[in-house]
């Protein structure tokens, strides 16, 4: 069984930081990789931040250079931190890990709100 549990969401205004943790638990298997996505109202849900075991990773063009993804491989966590927020981030984030090289396995997600 496995299961993603996101934490660190908020309210935060305009410029200010938040930090997004996912943690997986799982009895057997290996991580592969993780990835944060991101759904606002309306809006389909879009990739944000993407990273590898070996911690490769790729970001959407509009969080480069605000927003960092990493991983703890020995705590089964991947984190997201984000500085220079704008209200444009406000959404639903989830964390998503492949599990076993063949399934994605995806959190509850955990709110972001930024105000103006």
């Known amino acids: 069984q496995v299961q993603l549990v996101e934490s660190g969401g908020g309210l935060v205004q305009a410029g200010g930081s938040l930090r997004l943790s996912c943690v997986v638990s799982?009895?057997?298997?290996?991580?592969?990789?993780m990835a944060w996505h991101r759904q606002a109202p309306g809006k389909q849900r879009e990739l944000v931040a993407a990273?590898?075991?070996?911690?490769?990773?790729n970001y959407v063009d509009s969080v480069k250079g605000r927003f960092t993804i990493s991983r703890d491989n020995a705590k089964n966590t991947v984190y997201l931190q984000m500085n220079s927020l704008k209200p444009e981030d406000t959404a639903v984030y989830y964390c998503?890990?492949?599990?076993?090289?063949?399934?994605?396995?995806w959190g509850q997600g955990t709110q972001v709100t930024v105000s103006s």
């Open positions: 990273i590898t075991r070996g911690s490769i990773t």
């Open positions: 998503k890990a492949v599990i076993n090289g063949i399934r994605d396995y």
């Open positions: 799982l009895k057997f298997g290996s991580i592969g990789p």
